[in-house]
């Protein structure tokens, strides 16, 4: 369980007063998984015997949340598996403030109830009782020969692994809010979806805050998850945390090497030399491919391009991005000499391995746009023809 999701919910008390404002607004009112507030609390129905009375028997299934048609939402991140996997609840009235009620009812009901589950079944929808906190939870898999299972929390995106006689009846009316916590994809880090490193970062740059989300595409067959950019309106600067976390997921990525004697290692040949020198490009380059594309995409202003051009000589020792003739499109390069008595100098494109020459009124310079994209490793090694 994610120590972001462990938050004390005192931080909830002004709720219904503060929903409304923007996120930066609600930032002091955002639920935690685990924590819960004593306001608000919908009376129960009360037996004869002074116990309050279960719901009527049948199965409790939450039903599917409907989404804003907004463009643009106020979000709590509760958890992040991977660039392709982060989930965030909807601040609200119609969400954050309901699921905030549901969290103190079933607080109050489930403290004097042991309704435990008799014949648990893989799909349906229970309570749990962790770290002294409620919680709804979908069975995923089942275990009876060690009492285990595991279970789905619908209301904030992580799986955990519990003893089967923890698995408690969730009432009907506890199923009636939809499950809060929806799957979201960072627009643009695709590419890093594999990245070992990439879960440690989303949790440490964006899990268990109120952010700003800027939905870029709505959830698909193929593809539940809502395409999102993250931004921290908290200052005066709106941050894009895409942009932050690109930065660091590159600044943890180690340069690429060849393959150990006797180890494999599948690499593509990126180009060939007259003299037989070959060069080999490795699979991190689609990491270089989406960061150079949103370097084009969010930073190619004319008043924010330095050109090569500008500086009074060419430096060898910067990078910069250049277009490829033969397709026109843009990729990093680095000057290898200036020709005698002419204003082209001849480059190298990093990543492949292939010389241009190119007037440097046509060169940028990479790091006047985005540092990080400068300072990624290059990804194309030369093999000497020996």
Aim: glycine fraction near 6%.
């Amino acid at each position: 369980m994610q120590l972001a999701a462990k938050r004390a919910l005192e931080e909830l008390k002004k709720l219904s007063s503060s929903v409304g404002g923007s996120a930066t607004q609600d930032k002091n009112i955002i639920m935690s998984r685990i924590s819960h507030s004593p306001t608000a609390v919908t009376p129960t129905v009360e037996t004869p015997h002074g116990r309050p009375s279960l719901s009527p028997i049948g199965p409790a299934i939450p039903e599917t949340i409907t989404l804003p048609q907004a463009d643009a939402w106020d979000v709590f991140v509760t958890c992040g598996k991977s660039t392709d996997e982060v989930w965030a609840r909807l601040i609200g009235e119609e969400y954050s403030v309901k699921y905030e009620n549901l969290a103190t009812d079933m607080e109050m009901f489930y403290l004097g109830q042991t309704n435990v589950v008799a014949n648990p079944e893989i799909g349906s929808f229970y309570a749990i009782k962790i770290d002294d906190c409620w919680h709804r939870v979908e069975l995923v898999e089942m275990d009876k020969v060690n009492n285990t299972c595991q279970v789905f929390f619908i209301d904030h995106g992580d799986e955990e692994s519990v003893n089967l006689k923890d698995l408690h009846v969730l009432e009907r009316r506890f199923a009636r809010l939809p499950a809060q916590a929806i799957r979201c994809f960072l627009w643009g880090l695709e590419d890093f979806a594999d990245e070992p490193n990439a879960a440690q970062h989303i949790t440490d740059t964006i899990v268990g805050k109120t952010l700003v989300a800027s939905i870029k595409s709505p959830p698909k067959p193929d593809n539940p998850g809502v395409g999102l950019i993250l931004f921290d309106t908290s200052t005066d600067d709106d941050l894009n945390m895409n942009n932050v976390l690109i930065e660091n997921i590159c600044s943890d990525i180690p340069p690429p090497q060849l393959p150990a004697e006797g180890k494999v290692q599948e690499m593509f040949i990126s180009h060939i030399t007259n003299t037989g020198d070959v060069y080999l490009q490795f699979d991190t380059y689609s990491y270089v491919q989406s960061l150079v594309s949103n370097v084009i995409e969010t930073g190619m202003k004319e008043d924010a391009i330095f050109k090569g051009s500008n500086v009074r000589s060419p430096d060898p020792s910067r990078l910069y991005l250049a277009r490829y003739h033969l397709d026109g499109n843009w990729y990093r390069a680095a000057i290898t000499k200036r020709l005698e008595g002419q204003r082209e100098v001849e480059v190298i494109f990093v990543d492949f391995g292939n010389s241009e020459v190119i007037n440097p009124s046509d060169l940028i310079v990479l790091d006047s746009l985005k540092k990080a994209v400068a300072e990624f490793p290059h990804q194309a090694s030369r093999i000497v023809q020996k």
